[in-house]
């Protein structure tokens, strides 16, 4: 089995401001993919961003880009420019070819003060 | 295209008591994902469907059970409710492997 490990229950960032969230997985597995998600005080859970494992170039969506390091096993997610609508829960989640689920982290919190 | 749809929204049932919960996937997509998120736990996996056949299960006991018709839409019941049960319950769905998972707005369910 895989694990997600978000360290981080809670953080806070100034509006405008840099931020970055950090995750750890463990696998075995050679092949696998990596996720961000993003759930909003009582709205849906959407994708942020997504990685590869096979692709060393790290994934960038606008304002959200990924530092992916694959031998530390270490997916930290950052986030420029923050804005009140970037207030809300990440999940780190992790997906490989031999299973077909996925595995979340606990999230962390995130909120963006104006 | 419409996105994940579950009903309801919300639920309020006593201890020993059972469920159903619907999820009706996105036009296309034949896998279904069932997740239990309680805060400090994060989103637990419960079990996975593709072409009504369950392909995956999470470790929860055999009082969670799911099932999945051939239009792909999925449903879960949990039999003899306990107050632990209480929890955001997710679906997803998604093309296949590897594709990205497309969350339902969940189903909250309280048990009293």
């Known amino acids: 089995a895989q694990t997600v490990t978000q360290s981080q229950p809670e953080m806070s960032v100034q509006e405008a401001e840099t931020v970055t969230l950090s995750c750890t997985y463990d696998?075995?597995?050679?092949?696998?993919?990596l996720f961000w998600y993003k759930q909003p005080p009582s709205r849906q859970m959407i994708l942020v961003i997504r990685?590869?494992?096979?692709?060393?170039q790290n994934a960038t969506e606008n304002r959200f880009s990924v530092n992916f390091q694959k031998a530390a096993k270490s997916f930290s997610l950052k986030i420029s420019d923050s804005q009140l609508g970037d207030t809300a829960m990440y999940f780190c989640?992790?997906?490989?070819?031999?299973?077909?689920?996925?595995?979340f982290g606990t999230g962390t919190s995130l909120t963006v003060i104006p | 295209k419409a996105g994940v749809t579950q009903t309801p929204r919300y639920l309020i049932k006593t201890r020993g008591q059972q469920v159903t919960l619907s999820c009706s996937p996105i036009?296309?997509?034949?896998?279904v994902s069932w997740y239990q998120q309680t805060p400090g736990q994060g989103l637990q996996f419960l079990f996975e469907?593709?072409?009504?056949?369950?392909?995956n299960k999470g470790n929860f006991p055999g009082r969670f059970s799911g099932r999945q018709f051939s239009n792909s839409r999925s449903e879960m019941n949990v039999s003899t409710l306990e107050l632990g049960d209480s929890a955001l319950y997710l679906c997803?769905?998604?093309?296949?492997?590897?594709?990205?998972?497309?969350f339902g707005p969940g189903t909250r369910l309280t048990v009293l």
């Open positions: 989640a992790s997906h490989t070819n031999t299973g077909n689920q996925f595995y």
């Open positions: 997803a769905s998604s093309l296949g492997i590897y594709n990205e998972q497309f």
């Open positions: 990685q590869e494992a096979y692709k060393q």
């Open positions: 469907y593709f072409s009504e056949t369950q392909r």
């Open positions: 036009s296309g997509h034949r896998s």
């Open positions: 696998t075995s597995e050679s092949n696998y993919y």
